[in-house]
Structure formats: structure tokens, C-alpha cells
């Protein structure tokens, strides 16, 4: 099942705080992947993104957010025709039967959830001993894209990966470093995107193959200045349509420079300029594929790239596919992501998700975005968030109080909960 046969239609929360109801809608416009709730304060914002992030990602903690999470129900509708239905008889928290199903008419398969069956926590071993329980979550797997909860803790120090790293002497990358790691991660996958490039060209490897048939065989009989004219086309081309991914590192067209030095001081009529011609085409034909396999990865990385330098100021983020993702200073010296500002490290942080999120297109969920960003930053992230997501089928969550981050979407797609009357 693709990522585009998981994209929500539809969320309906009602009872949150066992008093305000949340309906989203996502029409099947592309356009129309980014959602934004607007309300006071006390109206149950978080709650309910933190209920709907638990119920498309199944676990032992997601369920124990679902326990505790103020509501009476919630069900989550996919384009495909499955569902996600949580709910309670009695209770706003505690309580409750999950239930999902792949396909409209189907049965639900439902699972009763009560947190004194499980201690005061909903520890991982009571889940491991319930096999109803590894069978849904299994199920909602099948049907939900996921979720990327990012709250108003989203700089806070996330612990290390080895337990044994935790103490005092551990290198504070791996102490305070959240940021600087998922750097590394969007590293890593803008590199694989590029190989995956690269590796799926498969006509390339027969290069040499080319050569040695076009050499063998011969070609049609071509005059030295047609092959000439052949030849400067092809490099211009080559030139032209390279220079763009040769700024990443993806790309080099130093040996093509120099043929393109070589021709042109050589004789306009050179006969020689024939053989070179047979040569060098199937050569620079093979160059041309591989630009076009790497066009996606440019994309990607081009828009992340500029995305974030959109933002940043006396600084900037660079990408190359040898050394990766650097952050300079004017000087071009290298800064670390933790030393940034408070603004600066929220940017980071919630383009770096948007683009990570490409791959299995989770809904992305994002409290308050507005934290830490001045009011330009604020009216211009939505776009970006949108644009850096834009080659997925990502949608997002957005919860909000800034009247800039409103401004970049339509009054009449701003949603606020309703009152029960």
C-alpha cells in the first residue's frame, strides 16, 4: 500500500475536554495537504493532536496517551475506505475500545483497553502479552501513514542512543545534540536519494559496450565540421544541464570542460574530429542520462537547501554529496547547530521533519510552530513547510495562536472547534 493510498480524508474529534468537537476534512486538492486549528486557549488543542498522533502510530506508549488524553471519541477516515475509531462509554479519560478497519464495510476488529489491567503505567510487557493487542496494531500499520508529533518541547535534549552514553562524560553531541543528529539524518537520505538515482540508470554501466560497437561498426559518414557541430552541442548541453547538481557535489563535469578545452583549439577541419566523435557521443549520452536520473534528488535537495536559507541570516546551510550538510558563518567557517539561536534551531527543526517525512508521508502534526520565530519567519514557514514536502504526499496538522502563520491560508480553511449546545 503506497503512501498515497493512506492519506487522510477526514478527523472527527468530539468530546475533547468533554466539551468541544474537531472536525478536519483534507480534499483531495494536493494543494490542500496542510491543515490549521485556531483556538483560545483551554479549548483542547494539544490534547486532541496528541490523541490523533497516538491513534496512527500504535504502541504501548501511544496507547497510554490515548488513555490518559480527554475525550470521548475520535475517528480518523482514510481516502481508501479504512478507519481508526477510539471511544469511550462513560469517562473523558481511561477506558476505552480501538477499533479499525481496512475497508469501509468490513467488520471492525476492536480491542478494549483498561488501564487497571495494566498497572499504574501501560508497560511494553502487558502490550507484548496481549495478542489482540499486537493484532490491531498490526492492522492500523496496514492502514495509517503515521504520525511525527512535534510539540512545544521540541528542543528539549532527547536521550542518547547507547544507555551507557548517559552519564556525565558522555560527548554532549550525544547529551544536548537532538538537532545536530537530525541533521545527520536528512544527510543520510539526501545522499541515498542521490545513489538510488545513480543506481536505478541502468544503461550507463553499458558504456564502454557502446564505445567499442560504435568504434567497431563505424557510424554514418560525417564531415569534421559536423562532427565538430555535433560535438559542441552535446558538451553545451552537458554544460548547462549539469552545472545545477555540480553546486551539490552531485555532478562533475571537469573532464567535459577539458574535452571542451581540447576541441576548441583544435583545427575547425581536423579529420581527427570524426573518430573523436564516434568516441566521445555514446560518452556524452551516458552523461546526459545520469543528469536526468539525479533530477529528483537535485530537486529535493535544492529545496531544502534553499528553503532554509530562505530563513537564516549572516549564516547558511550548505550541501555536498562528499562532505554533507554544513552550517557556515560569513566567513564560512563551520558553526555548530546547537549554537544557534532559539528561532533558528525551530526552523531547522521543522524543515528537517518536513522533508524526513517524504519517504512514508506520516501526518505531520506541529503544536504552535509559531515558538521562538519573528513575525517574517512566521508568515513565510507554511509555504516552505509545504514546498520542502512537496515531491511526497505529505499532509499536515497545524494547531496555532499566530495570526501570521493564519495569513498564509485561506480564513475559510481555518477550523475552530464547536460547542456541543
Same mark, same amino acid.
Given at each position: 500500500?503506497?503512501?498515497e493510498?493512506?492519506?487522510?480524508?477526514?478527523?472527527?474529534a468530539?468530546?475533547?475536554?468533554g466539551e468541544?468537537?474537531?472536525?478536519?476534512g483534507?480534499p483531495?486538492?494536493?494543494?490542500?495537504?496542510m491543515?490549521?486549528i485556531?483556538a483560545?486557549?483551554?479549548r483542547g488543542?494539544?490534547?486532541?493532536?496528541?490523541?490523533?498522533?497516538?491513534?496512527?502510530?500504535?504502541?504501548?506508549e501511544?496507547?497510554?496517551?490515548?488513555l490518559d488524553?480527554?475525550f470521548?471519541?475520535l475517528e480518523?477516515?482514510?481516502r481508501?475506505?479504512?478507519?481508526?475509531l477510539v471511544?469511550?462509554?462513560?469517562?473523558l479519560i481511561?477506558?476505552?475500545?480501538?477499533?479499525?478497519?481496512?475497508?469501509?464495510?468490513?467488520?471492525w476488529?476492536?480491542?478494549?483497553?483498561d488501564?487497571v489491567?495494566f498497572?499504574?503505567?501501560?508497560?511494553?510487557r502487558?502490550w507484548?502479552?496481549r495478542p489482540?493487542l499486537?493484532n490491531?496494531?498490526?492492522r492500523v500499520q496496514?492502514?495509517s501513514p503515521?504520525?511525527?508529533?512535534?510539540?512545544?518541547?521540541r528542543?528539549?535534549?532527547s536521550p542518547?542512543?547507547?544507555?551507557?552514553e548517559?552519564?556525565?562524560?558522555?560527548?554532549s553531541?550525544?547529551?544536548v545534540? &537532538?538537532l #545536530? +543528529?537530525?541533521l545527520e539524518?536528512v544527510? %543520510?537520505?539526501l !545522499?541515498?536519494?542521490?545513489v538510488?538515482? =545513480?543506481?536505478g540508470e541502468g544503461e550507463q554501466t553499458?558504456?564502454y559496450s557502446?564505445?567499442?560497437k560504435?568504434?567497431?561498426?563505424?557510424?554514418t559518414p560525417?564531415?569534421?565540421a559536423?562532427?565538430?557541430a555535433?560535438?559542441?552541442?552535446q558538451?553545451?548541453?552537458?554544460?548547462?544541464?549539469?552545472?545545477?547538481?555540480e553546486r551539490y557535489g552531485?555532478?562533475?563535469m571537469?573532464?567535459v570542460?577539458?574535452i571542451?578545452?581540447?576541441?576548441?583549439?583544435?583545427?575547425a577541419?581536423a579529420?581527427?574530429?570524426?573518430?573523436?566523435?564516434?568516441?566521445l557521443?555514446p560518452?556524452f549520452?551516458?552523461?546526459e542520462?545520469q543528469?536526468?536520473?539525479?533530477g529528483?534528488?537535485y530537486?529535493?535537495?535544492?529545496?531544502?537547501?534553499t528553503s532554509?536559507n530562505?530563513?537564516?541570516?549572516?549564516k547558511?546551510?550548505?550541501? &555536498?554529496? #562528499? +562532505?554533507?550538510?554544513?552550517?557556515?558563518g %560569513?566567513?564560512s !567557517?563551520r558553526l555548530?547547530p546547537?549554537? =544557534?539561536s532559539s528561532g533558528e534551531r525551530?526552523?531547522?527543526?521543522l524543515l528537517s521533519?518536513?522533508?524526513?517525512?517524504i519517504?512514508e508521508?506520516?501526518?505531520?502534526i506541529?503544536d504552535?510552530?509559531e515558538?521562538?520565530l519573528?513575525?517574517e519567519?512566521?508568515r513565510?514557514l507554511l509555504?516552505?513547510?509545504l514546498r520542502c514536502?512537496s515531491?511526497?504526499?505529505v499532509?499536515f496538522?497545524?494547531?496555532?495562536h499566530?495570526l501570521q502563520?493564519?495569513n498564509?491560508?485561506?480564513?475559510?480553511?481555518?477550523i475552530?472547534p464547536?460547542?456541543?449546545?
Amino acid at each position: 500500500m503506497t503512501s498515497e493510498s493512506k492519506r487522510i480524508a477526514r478527523i472527527q474529534a468530539d468530546g475533547i475536554l468533554g466539551e468541544f468537537d474537531y472536525e478536519v476534512g483534507y480534499p483531495g486538492d494536493d494543494q490542500e495537504r496542510m491543515r490549521l486549528i485556531y483556538a483560545p486557549n483551554g479549548r483542547g488543542k494539544t490534547n486532541f493532536l496528541k490523541a490523533v498522533s497516538a491513534a496512527l502510530t500504535p504502541s504501548s506508549e501511544a496507547m497510554q496517551v490515548l488513555l490518559d488524553a480527554p475525550f470521548r471519541r475520535l475517528e480518523i477516515e482514510f481516502r481508501d475506505g479504512a478507519s481508526i475509531l477510539v471511544e469511550r462509554e462513560d469517562e473523558l479519560i481511561g477506558k476505552l475500545t480501538a477499533a479499525v478497519r481496512t475497508v469501509e464495510d468490513e467488520p471492525w476488529y476492536e480491542v478494549t483497553i483498561d488501564p487497571v489491567d495494566f498497572g499504574p503505567r501501560f508497560f511494553r510487557r502487558a502490550w507484548e502479552g496481549r495478542p489482540d493487542l499486537t493484532n490491531y496494531a498490526r492492522r492500523v500499520q496496514q492502514v495509517s501513514p503515521g504520525s511525527v508529533f512535534i510539540g512545544d518541547d521540541r528542543l528539549a535534549p532527547s536521550p542518547p542512543d547507547d544507555p551507557r552514553e548517559s552519564g556525565s562524560n558522555a560527548p554532549s553531541r550525544r547529551r544536548v545534540g &537532538s538537532l #545536530s +543528529r537530525l541533521l545527520e539524518t536528512v544527510e %543520510r537520505m539526501l !545522499t541515498q536519494r542521490a545513489v538510488a538515482g =545513480l543506481s536505478g540508470e541502468g544503461e550507463q554501466t553499458g558504456i564502454y559496450s557502446q564505445i567499442t560497437k560504435t568504434t567497431l561498426t563505424g557510424t554514418t559518414p560525417m564531415l569534421a565540421a559536423a562532427a565538430r557541430a555535433a560535438l559542441e552541442t552535446q558538451i553545451k548541453s552537458i554544460l548547462l544541464k549539469g552545472a545545477p547538481l555540480e553546486r551539490y557535489g552531485l555532478f562533475s563535469m571537469r573532464q567535459v570542460r577539458d574535452i571542451s578545452e581540447q576541441i576548441n583549439a583544435t583545427r575547425a577541419n581536423a579529420s581527427k574530429l570524426k573518430n573523436v566523435h564516434t568516441i566521445l557521443s555514446p560518452y556524452f549520452d551516458s552523461l546526459e542520462t545520469q543528469i536526468v536520473a539525479l533530477g529528483k534528488a537535485y530537486t529535493l535537495i535544492d529545496t531544502y537547501v534553499t528553503s532554509v536559507n530562505h530563513f537564516l541570516d549572516r549564516k547558511q546551510l550548505r550541501f &555536498s554529496a #562528499s +562532505r554533507g550538510i554544513d552550517l557556515v558563518g %560569513r566567513d564560512s !567557517t563551520r558553526l555548530d547547530p546547537e549554537s =544557534l539561536s532559539s528561532g533558528e534551531r525551530h526552523l531547522l527543526l521543522l524543515l528537517s521533519r518536513s522533508v524526513l517525512a517524504i519517504d512514508e508521508g506520516p501526518l505531520v502534526i506541529i503544536d504552535e510552530p509559531e515558538l521562538s520565530l519573528g513575525i517574517e519567519w512566521q508568515r513565510d514557514l507554511l509555504p516552505e513547510l509545504l514546498r520542502c514536502s512537496s515531491p511526497g504526499s505529505v499532509q499536515f496538522l497545524i494547531a496555532s495562536h499566530s495570526l501570521q502563520i493564519m495569513n498564509a491560508v485561506s480564513r475559510d480553511d481555518i477550523i475552530q472547534p464547536s460547542e456541543p449546545e
